[in-house]
């Protein structure tokens, strides 16, 4: 459950994070323009997580099985 509850918590950071990009972090010193963090790359971390929150909560039950088929 520890795997589970760190991953729920840096999830709910990234929701953070997204919320603040949209609110308008960039800035502009002289002629240059600044941006903290990149949109993309948080929210593709955030369907990571989500995936992964979805797959720790089911109990690892969607995971892939090799079976050989034997003739008796």
Do not use: H
Not at 3 to 26: D, F, H, S, T, V
Not at 33 to 50: F, N, P, Y
Not at 52 to 59: D, Q, T
């Amino acid at each position: 459950m520890e795997r589970l509850e760190r991953a729920r918590k840096r999830l709910e950071l990234y929701y953070k994070a997204e919320e603040a990009i949209l609110g308008g972090q960039e800035y502009t010193i002289g002629s240059r323009r600044l941006r903290r963090a990149d949109l993309g790359t948080v929210q593709s971390m955030i369907k990571s997580l989500e995936n992964e929150v979805k797959s720790l909560e089911s109990g690892g039950k969607n995971r892939a099985v090799r079976a050989i088929p034997l003739d008796i």
